[in-house]
């Protein structure tokens, strides 16, 4: 090999090895669920049922992406991430946890003024403890959020109520046992898409952000 391009591979191979440790993690949903399922509520310990998640091929940001299937019904419906999602995550905390894409996938209701809107859009649990998050207004057009985990960055400790600390997050991802992602937005059953759901721990390396871009290029604007 030649000796001036040597120290690059040799470069390109520890940012190899950094982002396969790092353990980025993706579902685009182009060819199939990727293994998520829909649950009948955003909290693992009140769960009673679930149902595979509905591909829709096409009409995502960009590929496919998934919904409710039409026969799941609970009301209170979430997406459930699968294992590769989960263990310890905590070198996500201080950095982005989570990027994904929403829209409204059943806009009739959008706007009945009865509705009720669910209070968490994400949680987090692990070692016993949950976390809510709230995404802002999800639209008819696909919408990409990036949410941050660290104090004050808005999750909330469910069994607490109150701002989750630093004790909380780390013990939730130390062992991460399960993410939802709020499927039905309210008690109407206004129903979203999910697409393009990445959990990147806290940027540490070229090639981790390389790997990151790569897939937030993928994305419709």
């Known amino acids: 090999m030649n000796r001036s391009i040597a120290p690059f591979a040799a470069g390109l191979a520890a940012a190899a090895a950094s982002v396969a440790h790092a353990g980025i993690v993706s579902s685009t949903f182009d060819a199939n669920t990727e293994g998520w399922v829909v649950s009948d509520s955003m909290l693992p310990p009140s769960e009673i049922s679930t149902a595979g998640a509905l591909h829709v091929l096409g009409f995502g940001n960009p590929g496919g992406f998934i919904a409710v299937p039409d026969t799941f019904d609970p009301g209170e419906a979430a997406f459930v991430a699968p294992a590769k ?40 649990s692990g070692n016993g403890v949950i976390l809510g998050y709230d995404l802002p207004t999800t639209t008819l057009r696909w919408s990409s959020y990036s949410v941050d985990i660290g104090v004050g960055m808005g999750w909330t400790n469910l069994d ?14 130390s062992a991460l046992d399960d993410l939802r992602i709020r499927a039905n937005l309210n008690d109407i059953g206004v129903g979203s898409g999910l697409d393009n ?18 897939v937030c290029r993928r994305r419709r604007r």
Do not use: E, M
């Open 160 to 173: 607490t109520n109150q701002p989750a600390t630093l004790d909380d997050i780390t013990a939730a991802l």
């Open 85 to 124: 999602f989960l263990g310890n995550k905590t070198g996500a905390i201080g950095g982005t946890l989570l990027t994904l894409d929403r829209r409204v996938w059943d806009p009739p209701h959008n706007n009945n003024p009865q509705q009720v809107d669910y209070a968490y859009d994400i949680t987090i």
């Open 197 to 214: 759901v990445v959990l990147i721990p806290a940027p540490g390396s070229i090639g981790l952000l390389a790997l990151a871009g790569a």
